[in-house]
């Protein structure tokens, strides 16, 4: 278990939540005079912690340049670094980890197994009680492909959502 690594989920995000709000202020002046003003505050949110802050004229500015304060702190904050270590990896959910879960076998970008005697390491990914148990969609992030490492696994989940998927149809494509 020396060289067991954390692997983050393919779809991780660097901030799960990013909120813009209209904040007014008083603005007092003996030269200008006094007047109600209001900037727009945007918070760039990780598990419920707050990682970046920017500030706007505007709400029409704030969306234009909301991209380039995104890009701004690219690195991933230490603070991201330290809520990782023992929540729940599902994106946005701040929930701790109840269980780690080591990966039989890795996929590349496209979803290939990778060759395991090519990788360095062995890997996991840890989840709360409610997202603990993966499904059999994916082909990495699947139930079949993880091996409980702390006593617990898919049988412990407690999520009681569920959004079934509809039917959209079939289309057929016939050859001219």
């Not at 419920?48 to 304060?69: E, F, H, N, P, W």
Request: charge should be negative; include cysteine.
């Amino acid at each position: 278990m020396n060289n067991l690594y954390h692997r983050r989920l393919p779809e991780f995000e660097v901030y799960d939540e990013i909120r813009m709000k209209v904040v007014p202020r008083y603005k007092t002046s003996g030269l200008s005079g006094d007047e109600w003003r209001q900037s727009i505050h945007i918070e760039f949110v990780f598990k419920d912690a707050i990682i970046q802050t920017d500030v706007c004229r505007d709400m029409k500015t704030a969306i234009m340049l909301l991209g380039s304060y995104y890009l701004k702190e690219f690195a991933i904050a230490k603070e991201i670094l330290a809520s990782e270590k023992v929540s729940c990896d599902q994106p946005s959910c701040s929930n701790k980890a109840i269980g780690r879960l080591k990966l039989k076998k890795l996929t590349d970008d496209t979803g290939n197994w990778l060759d395991m005697k090519e990788q360095y390491g062995e890997y996991y990914r840890q989840f709360c009680s409610e997202h603990i148990r993966r499904g059999d969609c994916s082909r990495e992030d699947a139930d079949e492909n993880y091996i409980p490492l702390d006593d617990k696994s898919s049988e412990d989940n407690t999520n009681t959502e569920s959004s079934p998927s509809h039917f959209g149809g079939i289309i057929e494509i016939k050859e001219t």
